[in-house]
């Protein structure tokens, strides 16, 4: 099975950084690629699909890309409601595994 | 709206079963796969499985196959996870998720269930 390893695995930055977390595919899984927000106590939420196209209603200040078998997100502008715990998910195929999750704080 | 609701929480003893359901609403059920995630509390998201509603068709993550069951009722609209031979490490919160549409392009999940709590405690 294809393994996704998400780094890192925390980070902690300010209101108005520019915050990146990276997911590595070990297989080419083209673009199929997802971004999930899930904010404390809550239940996932799809933010980017096909690797780098926002879900309508997600702002503009997130972003995705990548191809293959390396991926990045971004936050620009970290917001205080950001605050969340992020992950990736492969689902070109079977099994659609998640990255181990990428938890933001705001410093 | 596009929604899924699943049942309530369940506490259970290691050994018993428990069954899941998630039922949809505001679209077609048979149009689109069900996916079943698993948290631990505390950890990170684990995809169980697939169901296709329109024929029962199922693929199971393989640290499930054999104590998994994912059913259908399209009578209902309800899909069902069952777990037997319960552990205490399948406590967990339990999603169903709505998947690609059937004979569509592969698609991320887009509309989840509020979770089933299982806690699995002797």
Aim: with cysteine; hydrophobic share 30%.
């Amino acid at each position: 099975d294809i393994q996704m390893t998400q780094s890192p695995s925390s980070l902690s930055a300010s209101v108005g950084d520019r915050v990146t977390i990276t997911c590595r595919a070990s297989q080419d899984i083209k673009n199929y690629l997802a971004w999930y927000q899930q904010k404390p106590g809550k239940v996932p939420n799809l933010l980017i699909y096909a690797a780098s196209t926002l879900q309508p209603g997600v702002p503009s200040r997130f972003s995705g890309s990548g191809s293959g078998t390396d991926f990045t997100f971004a936050i620009n502008s970290l917001q205080a409601e950001d605050v969340a715990t992020y992950y990736c998910q492969k689902y070109d195929d079977a099994p659609r595994t998640f990255g181990q999750g990428t938890k933001v704080e705001i410093k | 709206q596009v929604q899924l609701v699943q049942s309530g929480a369940e506490v259970k003893t290691p050994g018993d079963s428990v069954k899941v359901s998630c039922k949809a609403s505001g679209y077609t059920f048979t149009d689109y796969y069900v996916h079943w995630v698993r948290q631990a509390p505390g950890q990170g998201l684990e995809w169980m499985g697939w169901i296709k509603p329109n024929n029962g068709d199922t693929k199971y993550e393989q640290r499930f196959q054999g104590r998994v069951t994912l059913t259908r009722d399209t009578s209902t609209r309800t899909t069902f996870m069952e777990v037997t031979i319960l552990r205490s490490d399948d406590t967990a919160l339990y999603y169903c998720a709505r998947g690609s549409r059937v004979g569509g392009p592969r698609s991320a999940s887009d509309i989840w269930g509020q979770g089933t709590m299982v806690t699995v405690s002797s």
